[in-house]
């Protein structure tokens, strides 16, 4: 489907960041998700983040493979530079990008469909490298431009369309990425965008792999008993998977948390998940304090929100593979490509 071009009116008492420039100039197209999808809350806060920050628009690079959270790119920071990838290979494009142009921000867009099946590998390897870039992981169980199929979050005793019922274990993100080394790891969700555009902050300001898990309500499809994902989480009864023939028209579902606090949040459907952001004595630097917390209160039937865990001083790629302080991109043919010479050179100190 393709999007929609924005009528370029601006109201002229908006106000400006320090680069001079609104809100609007941070938008994207009209988005063609479904009505109160949560995909859009996000891209809301993250044109809310990147304008606080004062990010100049042409000095960012989007990357995102395929599904419903592959298509926020198009709705966010229209002046900056893009890349759609195949499915699943979104992190490797942002490797090579940002192997070439350190100097970009690179900010990625997946779902749980896109990171956590066909591209579960690479985003593994984007975090061992610690590939300097924001990584938003849109999550709401489902494949929604394929009609509602589970993806690898969906819970245990989940129903598919058909009926079957899931009996494989979920990919937890979090989890993933702090027993893979994640320096900077966080969830939050669609709705909290109090809690959301700080963190989205924090995380572009961070020196290496920033993965945010946000819990993104899916208006259409999950509408399956027990996926913390989902608008059915309490409910002690079947319901069918609404007909994909109807997209009913939803109001984004808004929530704040507050600090320590337990939080029921009501879905369209009235079923009810559970937020609770870290507690106030909660340290962050401390990867295994920080994977136990989140395995008990997931014990609790909770969804643990917040920065879970940080890293400053791990090096990102570049620091890692020692490359030079000019970006690739910036070098002169003949220091790139130093000739034959410079070849037989090298191979010398391998015979």
């Not at 867009?109 to 590939?131: E, K």
């Not at 507050?258 to 340290?283: C, N, Q, W």
Request: charged share 20%; aromatic share 6%.
């Amino acid at each position: 489907m393709t999007s929609i071009t924005k009528p370029p009116v601006r109201h002229p008492s908006l106000p400006k960041n320090a680069l001079g420039l609104t809100k609007r100039e941070y938008e994207g197209a009209m988005s063609t998700l479904c009505a109160g999808c949560g995909h859009d809350s996000v891209t809301a806060a993250l044109v809310q983040a990147l304008w606080e920050l004062d990010l100049p628009p042409h000095r960012a690079a989007k990357m995102s493979g395929i599904g419903c959270s592959s298509k926020t790119t198009a709705y966010f920071l229209r002046q900056s530079h893009g890349f759609n990838g195949v499915h699943g290979r979104m992190p490797s494009l942002a490797t090579g990008a940002n192997a070439a142009n350190k100097d970009l921000a690179y900010i990625g867009i997946s779902g749980d469909g896109d990171s956590l099946s066909i591209g579960l590998g690479q985003l593994c390897h984007a975090i061992r490298r610690n590939v300097n870039m924001l990584y938003v992981l849109e999550n709401n169980g489902v494949y929604g431009l394929t009609k509602g199929q589970f993806s690898a979050s969906a819970d245990v005793g989940s129903k598919s369309k058909r009926g079957e019922a899931n009996v494989q274990p979920p990919i937890d993100p979090v989890l993933l990425a702090l027993s893979l080394g994640a320096t900077f790891v966080a969830r939050s969700f669609s709705g909290d965008k109090a809690q959301l555009v700080p963190i989205l902050k924090a995380a572009m300001r961070h020196n290496g792999f920033a993965l945010i898990d946000v819990i993104s309500p899916c208006v259409s499809f999950n509408d399956h008993e027990t996926s913390t994902k989902s608008y059915r989480y309490t409910r002690n009864h079947y319901h069918d998977i609404a007909p994909v023939d109807f997209v009913p028209l939803r109001r984004e579902i808004s929530a704040e948390i507050p600090d320590t606090s337990l939080v029921a949040v009501t879905m369209h459907d009235g079923s009810i998940v559970r937020f609770r952001k870290v507690d106030s004595e909660y340290d962050p630097r401390d990867r295994d304090a920080a994977y136990a917390y989140v395995r008990a209160r997931q014990a609790k039937g909770e969804v643990v929100t917040g920065l879970l865990h940080i890293d400053e001083n791990a090096a990102d790629m570049h620091g890692v593979s020692g490359t030079v302080d000019t970006p690739l991109v910036e070098l002169p043919y003949e220091e790139l490509c130093p000739g034959s010479g410079a070849l037989a050179e090298l191979m010398e100190e391998y015979r």
